[in-house]
Every structure is written in structure tokens, then in C-alpha cells.
């Protein structure tokens, strides 16, 4: 049977995110090495020579537009009434 791949808890590991001490597992998939802290969750993925990778942040550039909402209101265009000119 084939089992997910096999994770190690490293000692005296410091979690990035939480500072939680010997929480971190790290493990291999596909030989890309990650790791998570088991305390809050925090997971990334290191490469070649154990730097974290970093995720790529959000911009105007590189997220996918929304649609734009479609209008529930219409504009209305005022006419001034003759009749009520102001006496002076």
C-alpha cells in the first residue's frame, strides 16, 4: 500500500509564524522538501538549498478580475419647472 509521505517532527525547530519550539515536521513530496508547524499550521515549501520559497503576494497585476456588478439603480435626469421661478 501505497502511504502518504513519511513525516518527521525536527528538533529544537522554532515555527516562523507562532515561535512554538519543536513543532515543525517536515517531509518530501515529488522530492520537494516542506514543512508545517503542527501548533498553528503554518506551511511552506524549501528549495535546493533549504531557503523558504516564497509565495508569490497578490497585486493588481497578477489576480484575477472580478466581474462588475450590474446596476440595480438607473440614473434620473431633473428638469427645472417654469413655474416655479423665484420672485425677487
Given at each position: ?9 525536527i ?39 533549504g ?35 423665484k420672485?425677487?
Amino acid at each position: 500500500m501505497n502511504q502518504g509521505p513519511i513525516k518527521r517532527f525536527i528538533a529544537g525547530a522554532v515555527c516562523p509564524a507562532c515561535s512554538a519550539m519543536d513543532s515543525i515536521r517536515m517531509y518530501e513530496e515529488d522530492g520537494v522538501p516542506h514543512r508545517e508547524c503542527v501548533k498553528c499550521g503554518y506551511a511552506d515549501t524549501l528549495d535546493a538549498r533549504g531557503n523558504s520559497v516564497p509565495k508569490e503576494l497578490t497585486t493588481r497585476v497578477n489576480e484575477t478580475r472580478k466581474a462588475p456588478a450590474k446596476p440595480t439603480s438607473q440614473t434620473v435626469q431633473f428638469f427645472p419647472n417654469p413655474r416655479l421661478k423665484k420672485k425677487d
